[in-house]
Nanobody, 124 residues
Framework: QVQLVESGGGLVQAGGSLRLSCAAS????????MGWFRQTPGKEREFVAA????????YYADSVKGRFSISRDNAKNTVYLEMNTLKPDDTAVYYC?????????????????WGQGTQVTVSS
């Protein structure tokens, strides 16, 4: 089992940047595919980005491709989401998630472990 704690959210103007971090407990962090999802009120949780266990493969939603970057440091049990050129539509609660699947999947049901979320608000 793994516990996840996100940090780094906040209020930023459109065009700005934020870096989210997700710290994981346990000694098997490198065995999990890690993902970031986001959710706004009244909407389903939406895939943002994911990274393979070793970090060599990354995947992005079309809406963030070219602006967001996911990375991980398995020695520090941490996964990051670098968000640049932020838009008001990026406003959401961002969740970090861990999956035991070998493949990197974009569906939230593939992720068994979730953090509590961190709010990102982008003002226009």
């Amino acid at each position: 089992q793994v516990q996840l704690v996100e940090s780094g959210g906040g209020l930023v103007q459109a065009g700005g940047s934020l870096r989210l971090s997700c710290a994981a407990s346990g000694r098997t962090f490198g065995s999990y595919v890690m993902g970031w999802f986001r959710q706004t009120p009244g909407k389903e949780r939406e895939f943002v980005a994911a990274i393979s266990r070793g970090g060599s493969s990354t995947y992005y939603a079309d809406s963030v491709k070219g602006r967001f970057s996911i990375s991980r440091d398995n020695a520090k049990n941490t996964v990051y989401l670098e968000m640049n050129t932020l838009k008001p539509d990026d406003t959401a609660v961002y969740y970090c998630a861990a999956s035991t699947h070998i493949q990197v999947l974009r569906t939230s049901s593939a992720y068994a472990y979730w953090g509590q979320g961190t709010q990102v608000t982008v003002s226009s």
